[in-house]
């Protein structure tokens, strides 16, 4: 019998890695971010959180108190190039440097973004 050998082809360069830390009750999350990253070298992983009813600034800051524990579970030991906090009233009811400082504790090397966030800084870039 005649074997071949067959030398490893290894990636030397990774895609970003975006993690998504989406609400457990949103049912649309993934799929609008797969429809943004569709065609793009981008590796994407989600965690959910868990979310209180009613919706109260009491119970979103209840909420936010796990996303340092969310985001560790997002490729556990693992580095991330960025983290997505997907709950808009969450950051406005805790506080953009509240949530980036939970994440970081998990993830430090990462970036942290969400949609208020980004919104805002794409009107300050049309603003030119």
């Known amino acids: 019998m005649n074997s071949t050998k067959i030398e490893p082809k290894y990636i030397s360069k990774s895609n970003p890695r975006i993690g998504l830390i989406a ?3 949103d ?3 993934e799929r609008d971010f797969i429809n ?11 965690n959910r959180i868990e979310c209180y009813n009613p919706l109260t600034k009491e119970n979103l800051i209840k909420m936010s108190n796990k996303v340092t524990e969310v985001t560790k ?3 556990p030991d693992q580095d991330i190039d960025c983290v ?8 406005i009811a805790v506080g953009y440097n509240s949530i980036e400082q939970k994440v970081k ?4 090397m990462a970036d942290v973004t969400t ?9 300050k870039k049309n603003e030119n």
Request: charged fraction near 20%.
């Open 23 to 25: 609400l457990a009750s």
């Open 27 to 29: 049912f649309m999350i």
């Open 36 to 46: 943004i990253i569709k065609d793009r070298d981008i590796d994407f992983f989600v």
């Open 73 to 75: 579970d997002i490729l």
């Open 84 to 91: 997505v906090y997907g709950c808009t009233s969450g950051t």
């Open 105 to 108: 504790a998990a993830k430090p």
């Open 115 to 123: 949609p208020s966030t980004a919104a805002i800084k794409a009107l």
